[in-house]
């Protein structure tokens, strides 16, 4: 456990790094890669390597999860709807960049042990980002950690449906400009009714464009 600024400015800057190496070499790649001490000096001390990048030890280790949300749509369609969004320029990383969501770093809320499953964050930011819930916050004063499941009725429903729906990691990997690990995760509902139900309250979220 740590905190999300010491992350932002370590690693997660390193990224913001690159961009201006290449803005200030003139988008010369050559440029940039035989003068890392000049343009990188970053991430030169904290992912010089492909040992340093694999070693999570060595480092503040971020990451999260990418969620592919695909919910079955019925007649005349006969085929999934999967949301997608360009990223705010307000936001941490990946700014204007098109992006599945429900898309976050992998963190605890309430209580570390029983949110370690990455579905728990799967879930938290599909009512934060998707069906307008409150954005949930570090500490928030609650003793269930998955007390959103019976304030959004799109979310319950994943309670009481077992089979209708999978929800499965599909991919595992290495950010290599940022060093984060990162998740790759399909919630893929079969039933129709789902849409049918719920898609007048899919909301655009704060952190799109």
Partial sequence: MDQFF????????????????????????????????????????????????????????????????????????NDFVIPIQRQSRTVSDC???ISVIPKALHQAMIDPLAEVKLSS??????????????????????????????????????????????LECICFGLNLPMGNYEFGILLLVRYTSYWEAFSHLLLTNWEGC
């Fill in 121 to 166: 964050t799967a879930y938290r930011e599909l009512y934060d980002e998707h069906f307008g819930g409150i954005e949930i916050q570090r500490g928030a004063r609650r003793l269930r950690h998955d007390w959103f499941f019976e304030e959004s009725e799109p979310v319950k429903w994943f309670r009481y449906h077992q089979g209708a729906y999978k």
């Fill in 6 to 77: 010491q992350y932002r400015f370590t690693t997660g800057a390193s990224y913001d790094e690159t961009i201006q190496a290449l803005i200030d070499a003139d988008f010369s790649i050559d440029k940039v890669i035989f003068n890392k001490n000049k343009y990188l000096p970053l991430r030169q001390k904290l992912l010089p390597d492909g040992s340093t990048l694999a070693n999570l030890k060595t480092r503040m280790s971020a990451g999260g999860v990418n969620v592919l949300f695909a919910m079955a749509r019925g007649e005349p369609y």
């Fill in 95 to 97: 700014q204007t960049m």
